[in-house]
């Protein structure tokens, strides 16, 4: 049985800096302090730890059709590459990726997650890059542009997999750099022209998946912003 899925190709670019030692046991893996992304790249600004951060032409492919008791809905990264120039000269290869959109983690709070596998080219090293775009409802924010602002700024977390291997036996993950990469309007635009339907057949179908993923999207930030105020759960910024 097909499964209905909207893709898109997406590219969003900005800055990493590498971790310092003392913001090591802070990160928590896939942890989601805005406020300690900020804070590492800020300082490694200052200390010439930074560099390029770069998720280009990540495929996503997303099912438009909801998984029980998920508020969001679920796809893949089938293609693509990560350029940090700090960790690797070369691409890094995306081996595999999964991707939220818009799960509720609060009351008018929202996310969207990426989880991208990725090695070397000369598969010396592995690591995971967990990314997130925050949507909430701030106050004193001006609602597009926050629409604008949250559904395009992603937050990076880089960690190094199996650079050690716990009491177990198993490989921990390391986290390495940090970073905020973002859509500019260029880029933007391009992706509004990659959107595809597929896994269905005959046009009628095809508009109905597409109206489904937009109607999702829809209901999804206007559950985040027709509620004034912050969130009920504090979360960091």
């Known amino acids: 049985m097909q499964t ?27 942890d989601e302090d805005t406020g300690l992304i900020k804070t590492i790249l800020a300082g490694g600004s200052q200390d010439g730890m930074s560099f390029p951060l770069i998720l280009k032409d990540l495929v996503v492919a997303v099912v438009t059709q909801q998984t029980a008791g998920v508020s969001g809905l679920r796809g893949s990264i089938e293609a693509g ?11 890094l290869i995306i081996t595999e990726g999964e991707f939220e959109l ?41 609602w597009p542009l926050a629409v604008w602002l949250e559904t395009t700024t992603l937050y990076v977390t880089i960690y190094e997999v199996g650079s050690s291997t716990d009491e177990t036996g ?13 859509i500019y309007p260029l880029d933007f635009l391009k992706q509004m022209l990659t959107f595809r339907s597929r896994e269905t057949q005959g046009l009628p179908r095809h508009v109905r998946n597409m109206l489904a993923f937009a109607g999702f999207f829809i209901m999804a930030l206007a559950s985040v912003y027709r509620h004034n105020g912050h969130s009920e759960r504090v979360v960091p910024t």
């Open 170 to 182: 198993t490989d921990t993950r390391q986290p390495v750099a940090a970073g905020i990469a973002r």
């Open 102 to 142: 818009l799960p509720e983690v609060a009351r008018a709070e929202r996310r969207m997650r990426y989880r991208l596998h990725c090695r070397t080219s000369e598969g010396e090293r592995s690591f995971l890059v967990y990314g997130f775009k925050r949507v909430a409802n701030r106050k004193g924010r001006w």
């Open 81 to 91: 590459s990560v350029i940090a120039t700090g960790l690797s000269q070369q691409a």
């Open 4 to 30: 209905p899925t909207i893709t898109f190709t997406e590219t969003m670019r900005g800055q990493a800096a590498l971790t310092k030692p003392e913001h090591s046991p802070a990160i928590v893996t896939e």
